[in-house]
């Protein structure tokens, strides 16, 4: 049994985790950079190991250190949390050997999850419905035409190698394809050395929805109901909700089994996520397997009832899943705004500093995974994840409007953030009817509307910023006065 | 210039201009009255609005406006701009000050007297900036130099016409009240 765990991780999750371990009382081990003394993991854990500088390189990625603090403390386990080590198989191998818990999938599963080719192989033969395309890399430009004319076009030349908008065309005749093989192959050889081309086929209007996966190390699988990621930027998910407002009952079971079915081909233990991509005629095609805890988990959480930690905490135990996926009913709606620190107008550059003030929203149906206090610093080392908000509803319309209020009361002092962006995506109407699509903000002008929100806001705070400005003016005249007249009834001090 | 009156802690001022950022119009503001109890009537455009002040410092101030209570910070503030959080929102507001004007007046700029040559600093300061070269001729009311006090620039102007003598001061510098800053001959 797991009686103490090291957190090998920072922030949000490093406190979701250590929260859930609190309450099941196990002891807990917090990791922390040169960055992070005056982190509030540190202070909540029951220790705390230094492992390095602030560089991620060299302490958050150093399984030597970590794997030092691991056997130092005496833990029993680790939780990787999301991100850094969380889904390298070495660490979790490097784990398996020094006879500690990881808690997440073995080594061999979690490989065969981050090798996309072998995945979708497996998949595959698990008749699990991948993106349409060549089955395998393209030898040609005759194969590549054929496998476009059996899809139908418009379909993508990639290169496997790829990334950035380099190595990739949409093509949508034999003709383009056949003049973009030679550009891409050229294209992926410049920039990588070398060239391996697929065919896939170009999806419009496209949605982000993924299963929440669990199962145990004796076999039993369920999902935990869908999320819908589709509002994103630059490829980073920003608002998730569930349920999706195009998944029915009928669908989510449908399409749960084949996420289950995706979990069993690759033998998955404990909780992921199975992504999909959903076209806008209704198909769901499988992407990958997120072999970790999401980011997004708490949505889930809300409308399951689940402590998803404890759950992983539980499989990672050796313990059945204590439930069928028949007794799980979802509850509500939730929906989640990753409160990034960041500029929306400098293309959400990272806006980073000291926070001297906070004020973290709460009231019933919220909740807010954070790391931020008032006196804390937002690093520019690490994400820009600073919070995760998170309502609750009966209807959807009660979880957006409970969303918008605590938005509304978030207040953070000294950064850059992405609140007034969400209140602006949550007040539009296609955001209310569901039109959902992962270039929301591009489809919809999200951005021009938000700079007229940021002016209707300035305008509705308009008389109580004169009056704070005319008391400050005159404040301040006055002592200037009294400095320059030697008013001798002048004490210097403020009120 | 009319005189000042005091009433309270602070006191009423003159009419200044405000503008805030993103918004076209300009708005004119004053504190009209005080009424003890740190309640004042203040003027916002063509408005007259009773205010209350919960509490204020440097930081930031609470108050209640008619009904309705409102909290900003001011997180940089000189006399002629002010960044605020209103309520949440951040907003920059600047204004027409004349505070340049009264120390104008303080020093002497509003008599005749032109035996006097020495033009002194009022106020103590940071030498912001010098504004003119020793050997320039100057004009009564030109600026000299600009000085920062308590987060705000004043203006120094001349006292009356002539040649700017001596620079006694240095850009970067302090200066403490009644300190020579030039001569003017």
Same mark, same amino acid.
Not at chain 1, 298 to 327: H, M, R, Y
Not at chain 1, 439 to 464: C, P, W
Not at chain 2, 105 to 130: C, W
């Given at each position: ?52 500088? !602030?560089?991620?390189? +060299?302490?958050? /990625? ?5 794997? %030092?603090?691991? #056997? @130092? ?122 060239? !391996?081309?697929?065919? +896939?086929?170009? /999806? ?5 929805? %993924?299963?929440? #996966? @669990? ?126 620190? +960041? ?153 | ?185």
């Amino acid at each position: 049994m797991i009686g103490k765990v090291l957190i090998a991780n920072r922030g949000e999750i490093a406190l979701r985790v250590i929260r859930t371990c609190k309450a099941l009382g196990i002891k807990t081990v917090a990791v922390y950079s040169d960055e992070d003394y005056n982190s509030l993991h540190v202070k909540k854990a029951d220790e705390s190991y230094h492992i390095g500088k !602030a560089a991620p390189k +060299e302490s958050y /990625l150093n399984q030597e250190k970590i794997m %030092e603090a691991i #056997l @130092a403390s005496g833990s029993d386990a680790v939780h990787p949390g999301y991100g850094f080590l969380s889904e390298n198989s070495d660490f979790s191998k490097l784990c398996e050997d020094n006879k500690i818990n990881f808690i997440g999938p073995s080594a061999v599963s979690m490989d065969l999850c981050g090798d996309k080719m072998r995945c979708k192989a497996a998949m595959f033969k698990a008749k699990v419905p991948t993106v349409p395309g060549s089955p395998d890399l393209v030898k040609n430009v005759d194969e590549a035409t054929k496998i476009a004319n059996e899809i139908g076009y418009p379909v993508l030349l990639k290169s496997v190698y790829g990334g950035g908008g380099r190595g990739i065309r949409l093509v949508n005749s034999d003709k383009e394809l056949q003049e973009a093989y030679e550009t891409v192959t050229g294209e992926s050889i410049a920039a990588f050395g070398k060239s !391996a081309i697929l065919v +896939e086929k170009f /999806l419009e209007k496209i949605r982000h929805i %993924e299963y929440q #996966l @669990a199962r145990d190390k004796h076999g039993n699988a369920v999902h935990i109901f869908e999320r819908e990621c589709s509002i994103q930027r630059r490829n980073q998910k920003l608002i998730e909700q569930t349920p999706s407002p195009v998944v029915d009952q009928k669908t989510r079971d449908r399409i749960g089994e084949i996420a289950v079915k995706a979990a069993e081909a690759v033998d998955y233990t404990n909780l992921g996520t199975a992504e999909f991509l959903r076209a806008d005629n209704g198909e769901f095609y499988f992407i990958e397997i997120n072999a970790r805890l999401q980011v997004e988990h708490p949505i889930t959480e809300l409308v399951s009832g689940l402590d998803l930690v404890k759950l992983q905490i539980d499989i990672a135990n050796g313990e059945p899943i204590p439930f069928k996926q028949k007794d799980l009913k979802m509850n509500g709606y939730a929906i989640e705004c990753r409160i990034n620190a +960041e500029d929306t107008f400098l293309d959400f550059a990272p806006s980073t500093g000291p926070v001297p003030d906070v004020t973290i929203p709460s009231g019933p149906g919220v909740r807010c995974d954070t790391y931020l206090y008032s006196g804390c610093t937002v690093s520019p080392f690490y994400d820009s994840l600073m919070a995760k908000l998170c309502t609750w509803g009966q209807t959807f319309d009660e979880s957006r409007l409970r969303m918008l209020n605590a938005l509304n009361d978030f207040y953070i002092q000294g950064v850059e953030t992405s609140i007034p962006l969400y209140k602006t995506i949550l007040k539009s109407d296609e955001y209310k009817n569901g039109s959902l699509s992962t270039d929301f903000l591009k489809r919809y002008g999200i951005i021009d509307r938000l700079t007229q929100d940021i002016k209707d806001d300035k305008l509705s705070h308009k008389d109580a910023a004169l009056a704070a400005a005319v008391i400050h003016s005159e404040y301040f005249k006055s002592r200037a006065q009294s400095h320059a007249s030697s008013n001798p009834l002048w004490k210097d001090k403020m009120w | 210039m009319p005189l000042q009156t005091r009433c309270g802690r602070i006191r009423c001022g003159d009419d200044m201009e405000y503008k805030i950022e993103d918004i076209a119009e300009t708005f004119d503001g004053q504190i009209l009255k005080s009424l003890g109890n740190n309640e004042y009537t203040i003027k916002i455009g063509p408005q007259e609005r009773h205010l209350k002040i919960i509490s204020m410092d440097s930081r930031g101030i609470e108050f209640i406006l008619d009904q309705k209570y409102h909290k900003a910070k001011y997180l940089e503030a000189t006399t002629s701009q002010m960044n605020l959080v209103v309520d949440g929102t951040p907003m920059k507001v600047s204004m027409n000050s004349k505070l340049d004007e009264i120390v104008y007046k303080n020093s002497g700029g509003g008599s005749s007297t032109d035996a006097q040559t020495s033009l002194k600093s009022q106020i103590p300061g940071k030498v912001v900036s010098i504004g003119v070269s020793e050997g320039d001729s100057v004009k009564k009311g030109d600026v000299i130099c600009v000085l920062e006090s308590m987060k705000m620039q004043v203006s120094i102007k001349a006292h009356k016409d002539g040649t700017v003598g001596k620079i006694k001061i240095k850009a970067g510098g302090s200066v403490a009240k009644n300190d020579v800053l030039a001569e003017i001959e």
